[in-house]
């Protein structure tokens, strides 16, 4: 049985794979996507998402939210996504435009309509929207049927010594939603940097058939330089993580533990504390991935992509 999604995306260049993945999945019923600001500036991530979808007809309502996080200046990524959040594709004209509506009036209208425990969220930006649809209305937290993030860490970060981009780039709002009951699968940086693209992966992915293939090469062409270049490892398919997940819950191995945000260290600060030894006594409130079969998620990412091998 397929699943209610909405996509809550920062679209730089693991977002756009994660949207191909999810625009002709066999397990998702893409009802939308959601947009904030976090790679790069909002009319960017925007842009960035619609000229995706366009390109690979992939026809779902795109909302634009939050333009910043709710407390701390916004902190985007040129050097790994570059000056537009998603260098190296080229674009023909886009054919498609954004919703009026903002994204977390948007959240919480939907969550509400539809019936309880339908709707799961999957979220591979800073999580902004979802904490703001949060505050707008409280009721969501018992109608979600899953959460499933991509950020944090139970190890190191890969912005600070401490914190992964995600939740660093708007601590407050992780807080926000890691405390609200919501049902969370959290997919953190060990496991992501684990799917890493080699150069014989991408040169083995770039011969796929088809538009999504053609995007996906053009796009980790840059990001896979950009990784290389300027955090010295190779790129690592991050979002797409979120994707698998919905796909095959079976190639990850998991745990329930608290989890809880750092807003206020020097140091630390959006950091995820997660309690791996229960020292803290509190109730888990977060499913954390502990590992991924990479072997296994890049068969998945390639059979996603060969369903756009026939778009004309």
């Known amino acids: 049985m397929m699943r209610s999604v909405i996509l809550d995306v920062d679209t730089g260049h693991d977002d756009a794979v994660a949207i191909m993945m999810a ?21 960017k991530t925007v842009r960035n ?46 054919a498609i435009k954004s919703e009026k509506e903002h994204a977390a009036v948007f959240l919480a209208r939907k969550i509400m309509n539809k019936p309880s425990g339908e709707i799961t969220i999957v979220t591979t930006g800073p999580l902004t929207n979802i904490a703001m649809a949060i505050r707008l209305e409280p ?19 890969n912005i600070t010594p401490a914190a992964e981009f995600n939740t660093y ?17 959290m997919i953190p940086l060990d496991v992501t940097r684990t799917v890493s693209l080699t150069p014989d992966r991408l040169a083995h992915l770039s011969q796929v058939p088809g538009k999504a293939a053609e995007l996906f090469t053009a796009s ?18 991050h979002d797409p993580c979120c994707i698998a997940w919905i796909e095959d819950p079976a190639l990850f191995t998991t745990v329930k533990k608290y989890v809880a945000i750092e807003t206020l260290g020097v140091h630390t600060r959006g950091k995820t504390v997660v309690d791996m030894s229960g ?10 991935a502990l590992t991924i079969d990479a072997e296994r998620f890049w068969a998945v990412l390639e059979e996603a992509l060969l369903r756009y091998h026939n778009l004309a």
């Open 169 to 185: 780039a708007d601590p407050e709002a992780a807080s926000i939603v890691f405390s609200s009951g919501i049902p969370i699968t």
């Open 220 to 237: 980790m062409n840059f990001y896979s330089t950009a990784c290389s270049k300027y955090i010295g490892e190779s790129a690592a398919m």
């Open 279 to 288: 020292v803290s006594k509190k109730e888990p409130n977060a499913q954390v």
């Open 23 to 43: 625009g002709r999945s066999l397990s998702i019923k893409l009802e939308a996507i959601t947009v904030t600001a976090g790679n790069q500036t909002l009319d």
């Open 139 to 157: 009721s969501i937290v018992g109608r979600v049927r899953e959460l499933v993030i991509m950020g944090g860490s139970i190890g190191q970060g």
């Open 49 to 94: 998402t619609l000229n995706v979808c366009s390109a690979l007809s992939i026809n779902v309502p795109v909302y634009p939210g939050m333009s910043r996080p709710l407390l701390k200046d916004l902190q985007t990524a040129p050097l790994i996504h570059g000056e537009s959040g998603l260098d190296g594709p080229v674009f023909t004209e886009c």
